[in-house]
């Protein structure tokens, strides 16, 4: 086999111009027999080296330097008495024919007969060190899960305690790889890489399906009139709304005009929808379903329009039948609440997934809002990890509003009496607190939700973000510090200078809380209000990201019996987590129930609607392929 690249005959004549490479066997070799003192050592080495090539070499030869080469054994230049004990070690890649060339570029420095043929020699020498020292020291790469990746020019030094690790690790995964059968590496890889309580549902066989259908595309017909939207609530009441009116408007093939939101609520809020919402995206991405404008049209606003609250869970038919003639005979018609006006289910698909196309696509916050939540979003993952968002309800208008008193002092479970009493719209004033509390019916305690976390195995360093306004009693928070201090709300992430335009909007900050709730590792809701569902409704049509609703008729009845000393606390967290295994966000179906009031809603869990099952597909799809090919058999 010729070495470095050099040529020889068939008959072994050399090449003419180039240096003369043979093949020898090893013991045409010279030996250290027949070398003098001074080069025996360098014998003793090649003659090792040789032995090593052959055994490698199929044929029992090995390559061997030139016949010139070979005659100059004993006057090496000192240069090429350094390199070549050295080659096997260190220059192995480098051909015969260099190192011919250097030695004879060395002689020839010897010489002056030629100082043109010096510097250009010293030149050349200077370049195939430099290519040397660059490739052999600054060229280092890694190669980590089958891919190159350059370590920044600089030289990587691994101990062989990194070398043994990496080479367990490679064993295991090849031990492995047979075994799935390529179908599970994801789900293997995160578990390993993922403790099981930041772990999401398995929903891999689920996805979005809110594509506007081709017949449903507006056709810029005729409006039958123009609907004026009064949303009402708080900011994620106000938002479920507003997509109800969406699919309303529709229905009825009616003009929107952009909502007025409530500023009347117990928060007061003036902002509008500008203030919150980015309009322009609103308009532009609904604008083939509806027309949405931003002012009423000029000629209509002398018109009275006539005033109407929408029945509540209306199906499509009602619109049609009884609001839509309306419509058409006033042009335009105002409502006045926008809350919970569209049945959950027994609507149209294309209907279904508008209302979803108006929630996750055309709602979209302001830049002012997305940009901050953002940013307090990294703030907590960046410094800290994976965070829960705790949607803690323990608010004073919630804790009025049921007659939940649990743990809170008497003056305190009185000032909630008065305000429940004073609050015309709150139909229902005698509570039993105790007895609501053991029905299920109260917003967790803050000491309650802290127990909760703790015996479903989230560490006490876990950082928890308070997703709620201002939680209410004087000593409230102690106990969930004492178990918890990592606690974070968005005025002690945001500086003050970040919170300025923010802090006289409750439902700016309440905006701020929705998009960090939304990103957070892991969603617990302590109760089932506004925020609540839309918030989980949105995280399953984000991937069935982890959320964890507590069962609280049942963790009453356990954190009762803990607090008696019946039950230790190694069984009292095993029946936690027992009893909320199926409850930690996994896909299944919506369920109509025995009325709307109480069944589940459609913003709290858009499965059927707007999310769609592979499996169900390829069920429904399979038999329509089968027909369709018996068909064309006939």
Known sequence: MSSGGANSSATGSPI???????????????????????????????????NDEEADSPNGY???????????????????????PRRKLLFSWVPDTWFIWIDETCHCLKSSRNMGRKILGVLLLMAVVSVFFKVSFLSSHVEVNGKLRRENGMLILQTFKEDWASAQRVVAETRVEPQTEHSMPKRVLERVSTPEIWMKPNSDNYHQCISRPLNRIRTRSKTNGYIIVHANGG??????????????????????????????????????????????????VLKDDIEIVEYLPIKYKAIKPIVKAPVSWSRASYYRKEV??????????KFTHSDSRLANNGLAASIQRLRCRANYEALRYTKEIEDLGRTLVDR??????????LHLRYEKDMLAFTGCIHNLAAEEGDELTVMRYSVRHWKEKEIDSEERRREGGCPMTPREAALFLKAMGYPSSTPIYIVAGEIYGSNSMAAFRSEYPNVFSHSTLATEEELEMFKPYQNRLAALDYIVALESDVFVYTYDGNMAKAVQGHRRFEGFRKTINPDRQNFVKLIDQLDMGIMPWEQFSWEVKSLHSD????????????????????????????????????QISSPKLDQKFSSVQR
């Open 583 to 618: 409850r930690l966000g996994a896909p299944y179906l919506r369920q109509p129930g025995e009325s709307p009031r109480l069944e589940e809603n459609f913003y709290a869990n858009p499965l059927p609607g707007c999310i769609c099952s592979r499996y169900r597909e390829q």
């Open 16 to 50: 003419q111009g180039g240096p003369t490479t043979t093949r020898r066997r090893v013991a045409d070799l010279p030996t250290a027999e027949s070398d003098n003192n001074n080069s025996s050592s360098y014998s003793d080495y090649y003659t090792l080296a040789s």
């Open 235 to 284: 900011l994620n009441q106000m938002r479920t709304g507003i997509c109800d009116m969406v699919a309303i408007a529709k229905i009825m093939n009616a003009t929107l005009v952009l909502p007025s939101l409530d500023q009347e609520s117990f928060w007061t809020d003036p902002s509008d929808f500008k203030d919150i919402f980015d309009w322009r995206h609103f308009i532009k």
């Open 62 to 84: 090995m390559p061997s330097i030139s016949s010139s080469w070979g005659s100059h054994y004993l006057h090496q230049h000192p240069v090429m008495r350094y390199l070549l």
């Open 324 to 333: 839509l003639p309306l419509l058409k005979r006033h042009k335009v018609i």
């Open 380 to 389: 907590l993952k960046n410094t800290n990890g994976p965070y829960i968002a």
